[in-house]
């Protein structure tokens, strides 16, 4: 089944002979339940695909489809709320919020929802992401890699159709960078979680199913 696909996807900045296509005529589709990793150099493209799936920026032309919606057609506030539980972002630089605790920046997309806690769900993540401990910690008291754990928690709490992940480990070391690895994984084969990974690093792209790689705004399958 296709949970992500885009269509003559574009981006263009500017106008005339300064115009640049950041993303050109890209088609690409995910299977639910599939890991890609897209690889490129900086200025390659791929962040600004990546806000455009994710819809965090508006493409000049082409479609982007999600779970069957497109969201390119959707208004500001219809698409601020199907981002929020069908669409899942993690950031390199982890973009808590600095004044609450590791829970209540995973719960964050309830809170905004107005639902209910779901305790099974929080302490399932809790425990398989080993940060059970850190629920009531702020983010200054986390390391990286627990900060990134906090932000993949927050990010799959919603059981989101695609979870989305911008240099995941650029800011970690070797070591953290293997355990949100093994995060990543585990979401993708034990809760059958779809994953779109954008990453400079090749060796990481490995742990993908698919790997494809932007060059210059085009999509090339590896």
Avoid at 32 to 60: N, Q, W, Y
Avoid at 91 to 107: K, M, R, S
Wanted: glycine share 8%; charged share 25%; aromatic share 4%.
């Amino acid at each position: 089944m296709e949970i992500l696909r885009t269509e003559n996807l574009c981006k263009t900045y500017g106008s005339g002979e300064n115009a640049v296509r950041a993303v050109d005529n890209v088609n690409l589709s995910v299977e639910k339940g599939e890991f890609v990793a897209i690889v490129g150099a900086s200025g390659s493209g791929k962040s600004t695909l990546m806000h455009l799936i994710g819809g965090v920026d508006r493409p000049t032309s082409g479609k982007i489809l999600v779970d069957g919606q497109d969201i390119g057609a959707m208004n500001a506030d219809k698409l601020a709320i199907f981002r929020r539980r069908q669409i899942g972002i993690v950031y390199q630089f982890y973009n808590l919020i600095p004044i609450l605790t590791a829970e209540e920046n995973i719960l964050l997309p309830w809170d905004l929802d107005g639902r209910a806690k779901d305790e099974n769900r929080l302490n399932e993540l809790l425990t398989a992401l080993d940060i059970a401990d850190k629920r009531n910690s702020l983010p200054n008291e986390l390391s990286g890699g627990q900060q990134q754990r906090v932000s993949i928690a927050r990010a799959m709490i919603n059981r989101p159709a695609l979870l989305l992940c911008d240099e995941p480990t650029g800011n970690l070391d070797s070591k953290a960078t293997e355990g949100i690895m093994h995060i990543l994984k585990l979401a993708n084969q034990t809760y059958h979680q779809t994953i779109v990974m954008i990453t400079h690093n090749l060796e990481i792209a490995k742990d993908a199913d698919r790997i494809i790689r932007i060059r210059d705004g085009k999509l090339e399958e590896v």
